[in-house]
């Protein structure tokens, strides 16, 4: 069977989107991972499903390189905000797309007739060790801990998937060898989702992410927020204030209150068929 797909990234954080508001795909966690090859597929850090929601616009459901499905995803949530509109299934620029971490509020910023950014919603930063999940007798904001074989001091945040947050020179660390090791680590009893973080400057912060079930990607964006929720408990940037994330992919925009409010680009790439 041939199955139109449309390719999009936010950021560099690149998938493969399916617009299955009819009907579902058989078998997404296979799809994802042949397709999401590289050398061998179409490339991506994974692929989304565009569904049809009885409480939202529509329904999110991704799935990354590995087969395994995520929560949620910054990046992938603001292009299925795009594709909606510039392919005229909803045509307003305010959107409520569910994810398995809760119904999200979008807002699309258009130039020309299409999206060009979104501004999600993205909820409130959790820092409770129990709704992470990390193995801990209390929050874990700037803790050291014993994972890749060194210590490391850590923060731990929720933005609907886990994420640990480690203040290290993310030009310096060899992600591909610690970021597994941290993935994995026995403390994480679903795996997480890790970043390493500078500091450039007032509210202006440096991040490589190591996503669980995908290796590096060139961003995140619940990882971005995860990070700049962690560096404002810190005392290291502003709540209340925008806050920049370089990433290897492109710059998004954080603002930590209550809620956690992210804008970021979301790109079309290419379009095509594939079978299934």
């Known amino acids: 069977m041939l199955k139109k797909f449309v390719k999009m990234h936010g950021a560099g954080n690149d998938y493969i989107y399916f ?38 616009d529509a329904k999110m459901r991704m799935f990354n390189a590995d087969g395994s499905e ?23 620029e305010e959107l409520h797309i569910e994810t398995l971490s809760g119904v999200k509020k979008l807002r699309l910023n258009t130039e020309n007739g299409k999206v060009k950014s979104v501004c999600v919603d993205m909820g409130r930063a959790e820092f409770d060790p129990k709704k992470i999940p990390v193995i801990s007798d209390g929050e874990v904001i700037g803790k050291e801990a014993e994972i890749a074989g060194g210590r490391h001091k850590i923060t731990c945040v929720s933005m609907g998937n886990p994420h640990c947050v480690v203040f290290e020179d993310p030009d310096v660390v060899e992600l591909e060898k610690v970021g597994p090791l941290f993935e994995n680590a026995p403390i994480f009893p679903e795996r997480v989702n890790t970043e390493f973080v500078k500091v450039l400057g007032k509210n202006r912060l440096k991040m490589r992410v190591w996503e669980r079930g995908s290796g590096e990607t060139m961003a995140c964006g619940t990882g ?53």
Do not use: Q, W
Not at 245 to 268: D, H, Q, S
């Open 70 to 92: 995520g929560k949620m995803c910054g990046n992938a949530i603001r292009c299925v905000g795009k594709y909606l509109y510039d392919h005229g299934v909803a045509r307003r």
């Open 19 to 56: 617009d299955c508001l009819a009907e579902e795909l058989a078998d997404p966690s296979a799809a994802a991972v042949r397709l999401s090859d590289r050398h061998k597929g179409i490339g991506g850090d994974g692929i989304v499903m565009i569904c049809k929601s009885d409480i939202a």
């Open 224 to 276: 971005a927020c995860a990070t700049a929720a962690a560096a404002a408990a810190l005392g290291l940037c502003d709540a209340g204030e925008d806050i920049t994330l370089v990433l290897k992919g492109g710059e998004l925009t954080i603002r930590v209150g209550e809620t956690v409010y992210m804008t970021g680009p979301a790109e079309e790439v290419f379009t095509g068929e594939v079978e299934l």
